[in-house]
């Protein structure tokens, strides 16, 4: 398998040639670039006048990324290289999208969370779970219990 090494800012990386050069020819199916190759093909077909939505689509990435690897169609490789997210650095974007608000004290969801993270309840807290379970007792859901302000 032709592989080449190309140095970024970041250290080496290993290009597939071969498919690289079936993506550019539009024979890529059933698989995927890695972000360096997709860039490396990205750069090819620039030059050649191929449109963004073109080049996004056979080289697997969405216009927004390409865009923000190359945001000028006269970009240089090495301008979109360093532009490239590591997994770790993706990863890291990912994770801090999905962390949830912390819920506020005074409320049934607020008392639970403190029993998830095996916290003392505070007394906001307790007597929003008292409420939230006398609304429990006479509705059957603690759906609709009414807040504790705090």
Known sequence: MPTVWLATA?????LDLVAVELAVNGLRKGWTLTSHEAAYAAAYLFPRGVEYSVIANRVGVSGATLRRWFPADDTPLGEAMARIRTRQEALKVAVAKTVRPRVRCGTYQ?????RRRKE???EACREALRVADRHYREHGTYIGAPEIAS
Do not use: Q
């Open 10 to 14: 970041e250290g080496l990386v290993s």
């Open 110 to 114: 607020g008392a639970r969370a403190h």
């Open 120 to 122: 003392p309840l505070d």
